[in-house]
């Protein structure tokens, strides 16, 4: 099965800074990958599909890019509703799966 | 608007069954895949499966073949998932997801159901 690891686990940061998340996978997947926003005790949110797509309704500071083993999710400005934890999956309806999540804190 | 409510948390002895429902509006339910996804106390995320949306079956991740069932009442809109043999370790926010057309990410969820095993 495809790993997918996340980094960094925890990421302490303020409203308005740039931030980055990596997401590697253990073989190339091409760019069949989606990252999520989850909150506690809230639906976990599509944000970006296909490596780079940006989910309908979801704010343009989140942007994704990258292709076979290494991906990211960028945040431009952090807005205080941004504070959650962050999660990549690899989309491949035979066995899907996620990262284990990169928790961003407020500094 | 699209909407998968699910039922309420639960609590299970070790060795005990439960089934978990996720009821869908907003949306044509036949035309879309249903997924179970999972999230243990302080994890990630865990697939679990998915039934198709119309004849196309199900699909289990190996880790609960055979202890998984994923069904789905069409006249009601509704899915479910049913898990066999709990342990403490199935402890866990238990999602349901919808996917729509390739490549099939999840572009709804439900507010997730707590399930707690506990002698």
């Known amino acids: 099965d495809i790993q997918l690891t996340q980094s960094p686990s925890f990421l302490s940061t303020s409203v308005g800074d740039r931030v980055t998340i990596t997401c590697r996978a253990s073989q190339g997947i091409s760019n069949y990958l989606a990252w999520y926003q989850l909150k506690p005790g809230k639906a976990p949110k599509l944000l970006i599909y296909l490596a780079s797509t940006l989910q309908g309704g979801v704010p343009s500071r989140f942007s994704g890019s990258g292709s076979g083993t290494e991906f990211t999710l960028t945040i431009s400005s952090l807005q205080p509703e941004d504070f959650a934890t962050y999660c990549c999956q690899h989309l491949n309806t035979n066995q899907y799966t996620f990262g284990q999540g990169t928790k961003l804190e407020i500094k | 608007q699209v909407q998968l409510v699910q039922s309420g948390a639960e609590v299970k002895k070790p060795g005990a069954s439960v089934k978990v429902s996720c009821k869908a509006s907003?949306?044509?339910?036949?035309?879309?895949?249903t997924h179970w996804v999972r999230q243990a106390p302080g994890q990630g995320l865990e697939w679990m499966g998915w039934?198709?949306?119309?004849?196309?079956?199900?699909k289990y991740a190996q880790k609960f073949q055979g202890r998984v069932t994923m069904t789905r009442d069409t006249s009601i809109s509704t899915a479910y998932m049913e898990l066999s043999r709990l342990t403490s370790d199935d402890t866990a926010v238990y999602f349901c997801?919808?996917?729509?057309?390739?490549?099939?990410?999840?572009?709804?969820w439900g507010q997730g159901t707590l399930v707690t095993v506990s002698s």
């Open positions: 997801a919808r996917s729509s057309g390739w490549p099939y990410q999840f572009d709804y």
């Open positions: 907003g949306y044509t339910f036949t035309g879309h895949y």
């Open positions: 039934i198709g949306p119309k004849s196309d079956g199900t």
